[in-house]
């Protein structure tokens, strides 16, 4: 099978169109990619919390954080196309890292400020160790921070991209149309991610694997790892969307991404409509109805930019009596 390895020569800190193809695969060709964690694997113990300002990554403005590695050229994919891309399996490394430091001044961490938590302004490191869970492997194994505090991991991309037509835009702080640092925890084995492709290609970027992740990622650090990745890429001809969105088993859902978080929720909901609509035939005034009153509708706040409208799928028509 075809991939590409994380060595550094591998990773990449912008989505750009001019960036020479690390791979060419074909259309439902699977893939592996081997993705390195957020801080370049630079963070491998607990003491070095102190060190965390004199980090390689942080002698740049943006930061060289949140690498990816890509572009994957898919053949078959034009400018104009929507990619298809369904992600079969996450697999994390035996231990990931979060972590509490400094802020840089575009990043906004809840209580970095507070006297009332002021323990939450030293700089701190937890190792998370994953041990295999019953495919003998670490995409359905356990996070273990401490004795006594487990749970089940559920591995995620938290950034997936393709470069944009006409700009470069950081892995770290970009994201848009063309996707970028989402931190959407359904972006999983499992599900389908419709991205539109603005270069003939696609150009797909792919990285910042967490092996876990709350809502609102509230500290801005989930289970960081790096991780080995198997997809494949199918596309829909002349075909574009407002924004990404998700296909699981049971659900489709809208993603937007904007400040004040306000705006991505309703923002959301009307591109969740306006997809029931066009490919569904829902009536606009059914649907308006419908997500106020059936229970299982959801909005999933991933980060507190990105959030997801969730609609079951039994509600789809050929399903509702």
Known sequence: MK????????????????????????LDEPFVVKTEDAFCGYITRETAANELAKLPTLHANPPLGNPVTGPIFIEGVEKGDLLEITIEKIIVADEGVTLISPCPPFVERPLSDSI???ELAKPHIQIIKHLPGPSGTTQDGIGVL?????????????????????????????????????????????????????????????????????????????????????????????????FLRIETADSLIALYSAKPLERAV????????????????????????????????????????????????????????
């Open 3 to 26: 991939g590409i390895s994380r060595e550094k020569k591998s990773l990449e800190f912008e989505f750009d169109k001019e960036a020479t193809p690390k791979l060419r695969v074909a």
């Open 116 to 118: 009332k938590w002021a």
């Open 146 to 242: 401490k004795q006594g505090m487990e749970w089940i991991l559920q591995p995620m991309i938290g950034t997936i991209a393709v470069a944009p037509e006409r700009e470069v835009v950081t892995s770290l702080l970009g994201r848009g149309p063309w996707g970028g640092n989402l931190d959407c925890s359904d972006i999983k084995a499992g599900t389908k991610v419709f991205l539109n492709s603005y270069n003939d290609g696609g150009l797909l970027y792919i990285g910042d694997v967490h092996a876990s992740q709350g809502s609102t990622e509230f500290s801005t650090t989930a289970d960081e790892t790096s991780a080995e990745v198997t997809l494949r890429c199918g596309v829909t001809k002349k075909k574009q969307v407002p």
């Open 266 to 321: 309703e923002r959301s909901i009307v591109l969740l409509m306006e997809w029931l609509v066009d490919d569904y035939d829902m009536d606009r005034r059914e649907i308006y109805m419908l997500i106020s009153v059936i229970p299982d509708f959801r909005i999933n706040v991933y980060q507190f930019s990105t959030v997801g409208a969730e609609f079951p799928k039994k509600y789809l028509p050929e399903k509702i009596c």
